[in-house]
């Protein structure tokens, strides 16, 4: 955006916005006009939230003078123009007369003026807000602006009906019902059916939704790593409008970088863990065969100690570690090999989805690490989903955060930071490779244990897709076989 001339069309296009008739072919440039220049996302911001201080301000607009209320809402000690004032500042000075003197004359001024909601601030926990251009108050509605979240988390809902959960550290730029960029740090997006097309901006490009779910993250030098937990997205490398999207569907994800978008298998790090280095995401190979515990003769179940009298789930792998009596769970795998009997096995990788369970408080757990071992023996692997308990849990430990190490190899482990509410986690490395290559029947029987002992038995209780969860993917594991 260069000269007054481009100025003044972003100041009529955000009037035309604000007052509720801006038209479509406005949007699309008014889109245009904020996205390609920083100094016009800057006014952009700040012209909305004058808007908003403003409203704020409409209750005694006709006690107070209009110099008073122009010095609480614009910058600086004085009001009055000044030669070195600029654009920017006559603006805000041109603005805020009229709005006061429209206000004074009809009294409803405000709400002409009062910008239009693009979303919803739903719910946060263990939130601490930074600099932030909108309200930060659960239940709020929220204008085109900009959000820092310090720590913890916040779910939005936008008017599109897009969902997206917010993890601190981040900062977002709310610039429509359907439309955000993340500048930096992670979210979550659902988005229904009825709110496919959702987009999010990320600083080397953007993610369309097709009609799923999606993790993103931001790292400090702006690369963004996307996994898609469920249906389909498009990505869409770099800035200009004619670039061809690409499309990843579940359990894909990669990187979106300054020189362009590379897919890489779902590894640990691009959802919900630590972010993969270069090396390591040049590296991941492609995997040929995809297995469930849905697949065949595979299951998925969990156990709980005795005494645990709540937290069920029909949907859901659910885990905790509390020294307590009762509440205590376990998770067991079993993963039908059949598909690549005869063929050898190059890698492997597990891949499990952790979603909310609102069971128990997050602000009670710690960061906790969760192992994954390998029965040993064939034998177990005929365990009946239905009936396994407490006891009966292959390899089984009273202790409870373990198995018995007898009877079972640690393969791998994950962590998931405190507050963290969903992701995508996996475990992957030649331990994996070397049990599956042992296995004697077609069957590998896994228990997924929480290793950290948390501190209250009111502390959260971990969730996992199961086999019945509507949406997101079952455990699964990802091989790279080739022919003997």
């Known amino acids: 955006m260069h000269g007054e001339h481009g100025h003044e069309e972003l100041l009529a296009l955000c009037d035309a916005l604000l007052e509720g008739t801006l038209e ?3 949007r699309e440039r008014l889109e245009e006009l904020v996205l390609s220049d920083a100094g016009a996302r800057k006014f952009y911001v700040e012209y909305l939230q ?8 409409s209750g005694r607009l006709g006690e107070e003078s209009l110099e008073s209320v122009l010095r609480s809402v614009t910058p600086g000690r004085d009001p009055r123009p000044s030669p070195q004032s600029g654009l920017v500042r006559g603006w805000w000075l041109r603005a805020a007369a009229a709005f006061v003197l429209g206000g004074i004359v009809t009294g409803s001024c405000w709400m002409l003026a009062r910008p239009a909601a693009v979303a919803v601030l739903e719910e946060t926990s263990s939130a601490r807000w930074e600099n932030c251009t909108v309200p930060t ?3 709020a509605r929220l204008a085109p602006g900009r959000l820092q979240l310090g720590t913890g988390l916040a779910r939005l809902v936008f008017g599109s009906g897009a969902e997206l959960t917010l993890e601190g550290p981040a900062e977002l730029e709310l610039i429509g019902r359907d439309l955000c960029r993340l500048d930096s740090g992670a979210a979550v997006v659902h988005v229904p059916r009825e709110a496919r097309g959702f987009r999010v901006r990320v600083p080397y490009g953007e993610v369309t939704d097709l009609g799923t779910e999606f993790g993103i993250r931001v790292d400090r030098e702006g690369s963004s790593a996307v996994q898609v937990l469920e249906g389909r997205v498009a990505v869409r490398p770099g800035k200009k409008a004619g670039t061809p999207p690409m499309e990843l569907v579940s359990g894909e994800g990669g990187w979106l970088r300054s020189d362009g978008f590379e897919r890489a298998a779902v590894g640990e790090g691009l959802v919900g863990g630590p972010a993969l280095s270069e090396s ?6 492609n995997f040929t065969d995809e297995i469930t515990t849905r697949t065949g003769q595979g299951a998925a179940s969990y156990v709980w100690s005795p005494g645990t009298n709540k937290h069920f789930s029909e949907t859901l792998l659910l885990l905790k570690n509390v020294r307590d009596q009762g509440f205590v769970r376990k998770a067991v795998l079993r993963f039908d090999l059949g598909a690549v009997q005869g ?6 990788q597990l891949t499990l ?3 909310r369970t609102g069971f128990g408080y997050a602000a009670l757990s710690r960061d906790s690490v969760f192992a994954v071992y390998g029965v040993t023996n064939d034998q177990a692997d005929g365990w ?5 308990s407490w006891e009966t849990l292959p390899a089984f430990s009273p202790e409870p955060g373990g198995v018995d190490s007898g009877r079972a190899r640690r393969l791998g482990t994950f962590r998931i930071p405190r507050g963290t509410v969903e992701g995508v986690y996996t475990v992957g490395g030649e331990a994996l490779v070397d049990f599956l290559r042992r296995d004697g029947n077609g069957l590998a029987t896994l228990v997924l244990v929480c290793e950290t002992e948390q501190a209250s038995k009111e502390s959260v209780v971990f969730g996992f897709a199961g086999n019945r969860h509507p949406t997101l993917a079952p455990p699964t ?8």
């Open 343 to 348: 063929k050898e096995l190059d890698s492997a």
């Open 50 to 57: 004058l808007h908003a201080a403003l409203r704020a301000q």
């Open 137 to 139: 108050q659960p239940g």
């Open 280 to 285: 390591e995401a040049a590296g991941v190979l």
């Open 353 to 355: 989805n952790f979603i």
């Open 477 to 484: 594991l990802r091989l790279r076989t080739v022919l003997r």
């Open 24 to 26: 479509p072919g406005g």
């Open 384 to 388: 009946d989903p239905a009936k396994v």
